[in-house]
């Protein structure tokens, strides 16, 4: 393991904290979670709805021939959190819808897609949705008569100049950028182009559109679904994915971290009623401040530039700042514990917005290669990176009182 900061090993490799801030963990006296992937698993539910999400575009909508799971593994999901750009599950998945859409629309005749703007009118109900279902239906078939399905695009997934590794590697590092535009750069697309893949897949973190219904539909089941947006199911998915999620610490890792530091804050882009639904079913909500828990609604305001698709959300730090602001005095060491890329890139951000100490602890559970993102944190300087949170009573016994 290579970093410009040195770290020391605890407990056989489960715990590494930063050498020059060992004096700075025992000062911590307030905890602030991430949900996803450090307080419950996401593997089955959240990135799992991502795949399935991209297989039912283009195996269902599209009509696409080819296998499921093919498209998007767990390990792709991975490499885009480990950009930084990409902690939003519902911007990640279009992304990759965006990517693929792109590779097919590049090589359809012009005449095929042209006037795809004025057919499809903007998102309002069931009736919108299937004129677009139409539409995605007769390019799949245009597309499968010039031996494009399935096979193809996982086949230039790998490409050498239009791989996804590619994308992700000009991508790296940038965290306010519109993934259509990039898209449509890296792949050379006309304007004709990309507004036909604009309008193909209609999309916005905050209001009714195609890819999130079918996300959250698919994430949640059909009757989750109608109980939290009031609306009838339109995919009618007979199961959800969230009831799939456990719980990652256990009631003595809770206890003890109470016991030494109160009740615990929360800030996760989790959409609040799923939040509250899925803490409350794990008996989690008597270990957070429900006066210092932010969720999706309180997280994504519009920021205002229409070059990034995602508001406010990681790593952008001005709604974590307030968080802080409200959930500890100045002269507290505050530590947030995160799971991706973005969390840490967030309380780097949030060091220059506000004036108390703050660590970084980042967690290895929900990384299908913990041996990456413990790089990735090492490099961004993480004061402490941990096998899971179960981990980080002992970090805070071993490093003292």
Known sequence: MTSKYKYRNLDDGVALC?????????????????CDGVIVSDE???????????DHYFLRLMGLRGEEGLLVTQEDIQRMKNTGAFNNDWNLTYTLVIYFLGLIVRRLPSEVTLGTSSEIPEIRGPEHIRILFDKLRSIGERSEQ??????Y?????????????RLLESLNGRT????????????????????????????SVDKEDLLR???????LGKTLYAQFSGREPFFAFPEGLIDKEERIPSTETLERLKLRFGLSAMYSERPKMEGYYILQKHRLLSYF????????EDIMKPSGSASSDSGWGKPDARAFVGLLKRFSRNDETVAYVGDTVSDALMVMNARSLDARELLFIGT????PSGADLRREFMDLGAEAIVKDVNVIPTVFDRIGK
Request: proline share 2%; aromatic share 8%; charged share 30%.
């Open 289 to 296: 401040d429900k006066e210092a828990m932010l969720f999706s």
């Open 176 to 203: 306010d950028l519109s993934s259509l535009r990039e898209i449509g750069l890296f792949l050379g697309l006309k304007d004709s182009e990309l507004e036909a893949t604009k309008m193909l897949c209609p999309f």
């Open 153 to 165: 695009l996982t086949r230039l997934k790998s490409d050498a100049r239009f791989g996804l590794n």
């Open 146 to 151: 010039l031996g494009i399905g399935i096979e």
């Open 18 to 34: 930063r050498e020059d801030k060992i004096s700075s963990i025992p000062k911590v006296s307030k905890l602030v979670f991430d």
């Open 213 to 219: 219904r079918l996300f959250d539909e698919i994430y």
């Open 364 to 367: 290895l559970s929900s990384s």
């Open 44 to 54: 089955d539910s959240y990135r799992q709805a991502i795949v399935r999400s991209v």
